[in-house]
């Protein structure tokens, strides 16, 4: 499923990320990353450490 693939490409990163380098890093369409990280977000699974980036909670 996207959602665990994009949450377990923003833990390798281990830095905050755009949709944009997850979606090339997990080599997922961008599309599909902003859905799963909407359910992300809807979990309190990730947060925002600054405007439009994202990293694991």
Not at 38 to 54: M, N, Q, R, T, Y
């Amino acid at each position: 499923m996207s959602k665990e693939k994009v949450l377990q490409t923003m833990k390798k990163a281990g830095k905050p990320l755009k949709a944009g380098e997850i979606a090339e890093l997990a080599g997922i369409d961008k599309k599909e990353v902003d859905k799963a990280m909407k359910e992300l977000k809807k979990d309190g699974a990730i947060v925002s450490p600054k405007v439009c980036f994202w990293e694991p909670k």
